[in-house]
Nanobody
Framework: QVQLVESGGGLVQAGGSLRLSCAASGRTFSSDAMGWFRQAPGKEREFVATINWSGGNTYYADSVKGRFTISRDNAKNTVYLQMNSLKPEDTAVYYC??????????????????WGQGTQVTVSS
């Protein structure tokens, strides 16, 4: 059974930081692109960041550039999202996803094949 499990969410004040982790099991994703998405109440799921198989290439949504960093540790089958300078508008459920497509840089949810359950991030003002 393939499973992605996010952790690290919580309540943080504006300007603070959180580090999200996504641990995969049941399959090795060391050859696959990974991504982070988020969804706020009443909103569509939106792209946050993605990383290629080796970690050598990353791409971010404009709204998080300079504040968020995606990384991965293939030996641990884990992907991370370091979130700094958090804003109230970052409040959302954050989802980790894996794409089996042969490539990287995917920004649409339909381009990803496996999803975690999500972790809540709440940024207070």
């Amino acid at each position: 059974q393939v499973q992605l499990v996010e952790s690290g969410g919580g309540l943080v004040q504006a300007g603070g930081s959180l580090r999200l982790s996504c641990a995969a099991s049941g399959r090795t994703f060391s050859s696959d692109a990974m991504g982070w998405f988020r969804q706020a109440p009443g909103k569509e799921r939106e792209f946050v960041a993605t990383i290629n198989w080796s970690g050598g290439n990353t791409y971010y949504a404009d709204s998080v550039k300079g504040r968020f960093t995606i990384s991965r540790d293939n030996a641990k089958n884990t992907v991370y999202l370091q979130m700094n300078s958090l804003k109230p508008e970052d409040t959302a459920v954050y989802y980790c996803a894996a794409s089996l497509k042969y490539g990287w840089g995917y920004v649409r949810p339909g381009e990803y094949d496996y999803w975690g359950q999500g972790t809540q991030v709440t940024v207070s003002s």
